[in-house]
């Protein structure tokens, strides 16, 4: 069963098989460093619970339970809002998305988890790996992984790279304005003093 082979491994891009309608998913999906419980509606990440309103979570589960399928804004509205709720569909799958990518940490501008289709919808684009968390018992010596997971590991090195990079990036930018505004104020003080 397609389920049992998913479950073995982890997805990358080139085999993101979906299960046919009726099939479940597994209700533990790990991505990057983040675990998203269905069951227990949480998401954790490195173990530590996110806050996330119900239905950011719910179009969360939708997108990472159709990893590398297009969803589209249709799917997500049904899914999100019953058929007799009136409210802008627009905005409410965009303020989703919007909450959905701060739990995560995520810039739109540098999607590492959910990729916008302009016009169409959304698509999860990170590598998933489903099923329970192996058991191990604690081990001092680092021992790379040989089950072929080196995909997801060297990916979310790189997501967690990005992440920080991109908190230096905001740090930077408001150091440049905390300065700029520094250099008005004290050119503004001295040209007072000079001009008294």
Same mark, same amino acid.
């Given at each position: 069963?397609? /389920?049992? +082979?998913?479950?073995?491994?982890?997805?990358?891009?080139?085999?993101?098989?979906?299960?046919?309608?009726g099939?479940?998913? *597994? %209700?533990?999906?790990?991505?990057g460093i983040? +675990? #998203?419980?269905?069951?227990?509606?949480?998401?954790?990440r490195?173990?530590?619970?996110?806050?996330?309103?119900p239905?950011?979570?719910?179009?969360?589960?939708?997108?990472?339970?159709?990893?590398?399928?297009?969803?589209?804004?249709?799917?997500?509205?049904?899914? #999100?809002?019953?058929?007799?709720?009136?409210?802008?569909?627009?905005?409410?799958?965009?303020?989703?998305?919007?909450?959905?990518?701060?739990?995560?940490?995520?810039?739109?501008?540098? *999607? #590492? =988890? /959910?990729?916008?289709?302009?016009?169409?919808? =959304?698509?999860?684009?990170?590598?998933?790996?489903?099923?329970p968390? *192996?058991v191990?018992?604690?081990?001092?010596? =680092?021992?790379?992984?040989?089950?072929?997971?080196?995909?997801?590991?060297?990916?979310? %090195?790189?997501?967690? #790279?990005? /992440?920080v990079?991109?908190?230096?990036?905001?740090r930077?930018k /408001?150091?440049?304005?905390?300065?700029?505004?520094?250099?008005?104020?004290?050119?503004?003080?001295?040209?007072?003093?000079?001009?008294?």
């Amino acid at each position: 069963m397609v /389920i049992d +082979e998913l479950a073995r491994g982890v997805i990358g891009f080139g085999d993101m098989t979906i299960p046919a309608r009726g099939e479940s998913f *597994p %209700h533990i999906l790990r991505f990057g460093i983040f +675990e #998203l419980d269905s069951e227990a509606e949480q998401l954790h990440r490195n173990g530590r619970v996110v806050r996330i309103q119900p239905k950011p979570f719910k179009l969360l589960c939708l997108l990472a339970g159709q990893a590398g399928k297009l969803v589209t804004r249709e799917e997500i509205q049904k899914t #999100l809002w019953t058929s007799d709720t009136f409210v802008d569909f627009d905005q409410g799958v965009n303020f989703a998305i919007k909450q959905v990518r701060e739990a995560l940490g995520e810039d739109a501008d540098r *999607p #590492l =988890y /959910i990729q916008t289709v302009p016009k169409r919808g =959304y698509r999860f684009v990170a590598p998933l790996d489903r099923g329970p968390v *192996p058991v191990q018992a604690p081990d001092p010596i =680092y021992r790379p992984p040989t089950d072929g997971s080196l995909n997801k590991l060297l990916w979310t %090195h790189i997501a967690e #790279l990005k /992440i920080v990079e991109s908190g230096r990036q905001k740090r930077r930018k /408001i150091a440049m304005i905390v300065s700029a505004v520094a250099a008005v104020v004290l050119a503004l003080v001295a040209a007072f003093v000079f001009l008294r």
